[in-house]
């Protein structure tokens, strides 16, 4: 059986019922029956190779061919879904640095490699996006952990859920060890877009992980009857919905160097067919891979947002809810992969992510860098996503002779 053979059957047996709460969908996390099926299935392939595999304090799986304390080369993704997930997303990875470790073995290389596979990346089990790895770089605190972050189907905390599911979270800094032996790390990840696919490249090769401002802006108007209040009476929150949307386009266009922004959420009070809103929330999701570009871009929207109101008769605020800087990978690891991909003769193209994934918070202590594969029309995050088993396995091959190099 060939590497795209045995990626194949790695994420055909994941896909099954065992492994999923939902038959409509892929979806796993923390600390259900699927996720924890799904942990043991990589443990059960790890341990046939010889590897030694732990969890970290909340559930993190490690997984390593040298004793702790001997340096080792490091290679994952995450293997929790979006609850409207596909087959694809993570999990790919985390089968692709299994496979990576199966051919370490059979190829006889010995390299000394661990492999990781981070909690709760999607944010389904609790609402935090890269939850597991940033409680390795320690971005988080204990009231975040004790308090703050709650589960969204029942409301019990973070803490609790660890802790019944048997894990240590009273120990959550020493979560931070698992990187201490790193010497660098590579992730590979479907790309959740087209850009491979519309240029008919394989692979890509991550320069930058996209940095962003999530933000919202909250404007007030007055509720009136949609039908007997005249047009040039209304002070209506929703035209400066509208015209933010506009220039938020403009705006990003503008800036270029890769920046993007949208309008994802929209809450509308009291959101009637007959009433004329008295306030709009809506949210801003501006990233880019250059700081300056995409912040500018937030600081332009938001002056824009009161602005527009402010000519309207009405008010606007502006709350920045998290900003993440820009993640440049390591030159050194990019240019060990571009030479790998080189040989292989296949198409490959450098490119940045604009979404973000682990790696970032791997970023703060190791020298990172990620492959993409194409996804069929760019779909993720959603049941129809597909992308096929013979890019990861040329993935792989890249990634192994990348760290051969290094080593």
């Keep these: 059986m060939d590497s795209a053979e045995r990626i194949d059957r790695d994420i055909e047996t994941l896909a099954g019922p065992d492994y999923t709460v939902s038959d409509e969908a892929i979806r796993r996390y923390a600390y259900t029956d699927a996720y924890r099926r799904t942990l043991d299935y990589f443990v059960r392939e790890l341990e046939s190779l ?7 304090a909340v559930g993190t799986l490690v997984a390593r061919n040298r004793p702790r304390g001997e340096p080792v080369f490091g290679v994952g993704s995450h293997c929790d879904s979006n609850r409207n997930g596909g087959r694809y997303d993570g999990t790919m990875g985390v089968v692709t640095a299994l496979e ?16 990781i596979s981070f909690l709760e990346e999607e944010g389904s089990g609790f609402g935090q996006m890269l939850l597991g790895s940033r409680i390795v770089a320690q971005r988080v605190t204990e009231d975040d952990l004790r308090e703050r972050f709650r589960s969204i189907d029942d409301g019990r905390s973070f803490w609790e859920h660890a802790a019944d599911a048997g894990h240590a979270p009273d120990r959550w800094r020493e979560c931070a060890h698992i990187l201490d032996d790193l010497t660098g790390w590579i992730e590979m990840h479907i790309e959740q877009a087209r850009v491979l696919q519309d240029t008919g490249n394989r692979i890509g090769l991550v320069t930058a992980i996209a940095g962003y401002v999530h933000a919202d802006v909250v404007v007030h108007g007055r509720g009136d009857h949609a039908g007997a209040t005249p047009m040039d009476f209304r002070l209506d929150p929703t035209l400066v919905l509208a015209e933010t949307a506009i ?3 403009r705006l990003a266009n503008e800036a270029g160097q890769g920046t993007v922004g949208t309008i994802g959420e929209i809450e509308i009070d009291p959101g009637l067919i007959n009433a004329i809103a008295s306030e709009v929330r809506f949210s801003l999701d501006i990233r880019g891979p250059v700081e300056d570009a995409y912040g500018g871009v937030a600081r332009d929207i938001a002056a824009f947002a009161e602005r527009a109101a402010t000519a309207r008769g009405m008010t606007a605020d502006y709350r920045e809810r998290q900003t993440i800087p820009p993640t440049p990978m390591d030159v050194r690891i990019v240019d060990a992969l571009e030479a790998a ?3 292989t003769g296949e198409p490959y193209m450098r490119m940045h992510s604009g979404a973000a994934h682990d790696t970032m918070c791997v970023a703060d202590r190791v020298p990172t860098a990620m492959v993409f594969v194409p996804c069929k029309d760019g779909i993720s995050h959603h049941p129809d996503e597909d992308a096929d088993p013979a890019d990861a396995a040329l993935a792989a091959e890249i990634i192994l002779n990348a760290i051969q190099a290094l080593a």
Excluded: H, I, S, Y
């Excluded at 010889?50 to 970290?56: I, K, L, N």
């Design 50 to 56: 010889g590897f030694e595999v732990d969890e970290d």
């Design 100 to 115: 990576v470790c199966r051919l370490n073995a059979e190829r006889g290389l010995d390299l000394p490699l661990q492999l």
């Design 247 to 249: 220039e938020l386009e």
């Design 341 to 343: 991909a080189r040989t």
